[in-house]
Structures are given as structure tokens and as C-alpha cells.
């Protein structure tokens, strides 16, 4: 668990990152935790997209995709989310 502090600096840190996955009308499926995973090992930070066309509640989407993970979650501004996820092997972030 990330404290308030950590967190406000993973905001800081997500800031300039560009969104790098999107959500659409298919949902969150098995290839897309796949996929999520593997980003997460390699970034341990990152911005997703919830489409229009999905319906889903970021809010939502958010604590499942957090729960699917076991990452944590920094923000959801809108229709955007945000993960982070310490990498086993590839550390970059110190929080």
C-alpha cells in the first residue's frame, strides 16, 4: 500500500507520460490483463484510456484492474487512469 505522499509523486510523474492503452467497447479481457501486466513490469507506471464506446466506470475499472494486477492505483482524472506497479527486475521508480 502507497501512501498519500508516494502517491502525489506518482501523479507527478504520470503527468508527462502518454497514454499508452485504451479501452474500448470489448472491456477488460484476459489479453488486455496480459498486456497490462507486461507494461506494467516494464514502466511500472501507466495511462490508460477508458473509450466512450465501453460504458465501463473508470472508477470501476480502476479497483478491477488493480485487483487483477496487484497494482496500485494512483489516479483517474476524467476518463484516464493511471497504475503503478513496482518491476521485479526492471526497478526505475523510487518512491
Known sequence: MITSKQRAKLRGLANPIPTIFQIGKDGVGDNLIKQLDDALEA???IKIHILDSSFLD???TLSVLCEELGAE???TIGSRI???RASKDHKTIEI
Open 58 to 60: 473508470p472508477k470501476e
Open 82 to 84: 493511471v497504475l503503478y
Open 73 to 75: 492505483p494512483v489516479q
Open 43 to 45: 514502466r511500472e507506471l
